[in-house]
């Protein structure tokens, strides 16, 4: 293994005030005579000058009595938020000038996988580092960087990371990765989005062979989820098409039926769901709207089996369901005459919904921006207090008089308070 030491790397990339409690996290080590390392992402991300605030350690021991020896030695500034004992991690909070710094510790372990897809065992706590990193996914998240004083900076690279990252390949670690865990094929694929990177062709036929394989029947859908939305989440055309068109959606479901035209169907998505962007409020979401437009086709029983499958939250189903009913019922907008009609169309669905709409229904464009840019925050002033008021008795009507009203608003045959009350009177 090359001597490489990223000491610029580091000091530039890496914010003071975490460097202020790795420091301190360095010296508490140093004092244990534990060897206690970066881990992961982070190191990658140092390395290729990407911020990354999710910091990562790992220590060759045991985490959680290294945590708590952090709170005897700084208890004014440390806090233990949890811990996980099967795992021996805990997560733990320095309080740096103002600033909270929120730590992942780690201890060095050991696993395997009794069986495909399932869950991995813990076999050993505390191992050698080797033992840790020889069970990730990719050669570029397999780098660790120490933090003890005597090798602070030096980059722990068994399994040629290092030059991986700079040519641009992820390569996995062993032949069986896949196998044992297939979440990993999505997570190489928003790594080669994200990044622009290639699997190498050993991996490239790993990959295939597992998908292959059809053996995901122990795998977890709140796994797949995850990797899921950090791949769609990014917002790429690129990672729609090639989770068709490399088959990646069997670890989603197999009777997904991979739409002909993906490619202009992906690009269309990428465009629509940027120019859109300023209605989207979280942007969590935007990973729905790929799914949705995946399976906007489908019957209903079909999205409800893959939600139940990927353990959808009810709203993350509902967005689903309603992009395909939307869909299926586009003729009543292609035929809408009213700008009413186009209300009602749009008006119970998540915007979510209405941009896979979008996506599949690029010709009705001018009726969606009608509704986004126009109708859909059109409010009437009066409530059922005025309608009291003017002497009618509550009751149904009152709804029925209140969506006469929203309907002539909408359609701007009136536009005052005044005139709705008018508007009203012709009810009594
Ligand atoms: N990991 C793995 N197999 C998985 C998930 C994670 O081997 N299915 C390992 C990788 O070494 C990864 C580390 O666990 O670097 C931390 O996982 P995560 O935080 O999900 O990954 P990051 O590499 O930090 O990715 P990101 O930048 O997207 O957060």
């Keep these: 293994m090359k001597n490489r030491f990223l000491r610029e790397e580091f000091e530039k990339n890496i914010p003071g005030e975490i460097k202020k409690a790795l420091a301190f996290c360095s010296k508490a080590a140093d004092e244990l005579g534990l060897p206690i390392f970066l881990i992961g992402g982070i190191v990658r991300d140092i390395i290729i000058n990407k911020k990354n605030f999710d910091v990562d350690i790992t220590v060759q021991g045991n985490a959680i009595e290294f945590a708590q020896s952090l709170q005897n030695k700084y208890p ?204 989207i409020q979280n942007n969590d979401n935007i990973w729905l709207i790929y799914l949705g437009t995946l399976l906007s086709g489908c019957i209903p029983e079909k999205i409800n089996h893959i939600a139940q499958k990927l353990y959808l939250s009810g709203n993350e189903k509902s967005v689903l369901l309603y992009a395909q009913a939307l869909c299926e019922k586009q003729g009543f907008l292609r035929n809408s005459k009213s700008r009413f009609e186009v209300y009602e169309f749009f008006e119970k669905a998540q915007i979510e919904s209405i941009i896979v709409f979008l996506i599949k229904n690029k010709d009705l464009k001018d009726k969606v921006d009608l509704f986004l840019n126009g109708l859909k925050d059109i409010k009437i002033s009066i409530d059922g207090n005025n309608l009291i008021q003017m002497g009618l008795k509550p009751g149904p009507l009152f709804s029925e008089v209140l969506r006469e009203v929203l309907k002539a608003r909408v359609n701007g045959e009136i536009t005052s308070y005044e005139q709705e009350i008018e508007l009203v009177k012709k009810f009594n």
């Design 76 to 279: 004014e500034i440390f806090k233990l938020k949890e811990t996980h004992d099967s795992f021996k991690t805990a997560k733990v909070v320095f309080n740096i000038d103002g600033k909270c710094v929120d730590l992942d510790l780690a201890s060095t372990r050991k696993e395997s996988y009794p069986y495909p897809s399932g869950l991995p065992v813990v076999e050993k706590i505390g191992c050698e580092l080797y033992e840790d990193v020889i069970r990730r996914d990719f050669s570029i998240n397999s780098m660790a960087l120490s933090l003890n004083k005597d090798s602070f900076y030096r980059l722990v690279d068994y399994l040629n990371g290092y030059d991986d990252l700079q040519e641009g390949v992820l390569e996995i670690l062993h032949e069986k990765s896949f196998i044992d865990d297939p979440t990993r094929i999505i997570r190489g694929l928003k790594f080669s989005v994200r990044f622009g990177y290639k699997p190498g062709e050993k991996t490239q036929k790993l990959m295939r062979e597992c998908l292959e394989s059809g053996q995901f029947d122990n795998l977890a859908g709140e796994r797949v989820k995850l990797e899921l939305k950090q791949a769609f989440n990014l917002n790429r055309a690129e990672c729609l098409a090639r989770f068709i068109n490399e088959k990646i959606y069997r670890l989603v479901d197999t009777g997904i039926s991979a739409l002909e035209n993906i490619d202009e169907i992906a690009f269309d998505a990428q465009k629509t769901i940027s120019e859109y962007s300023k209605f």
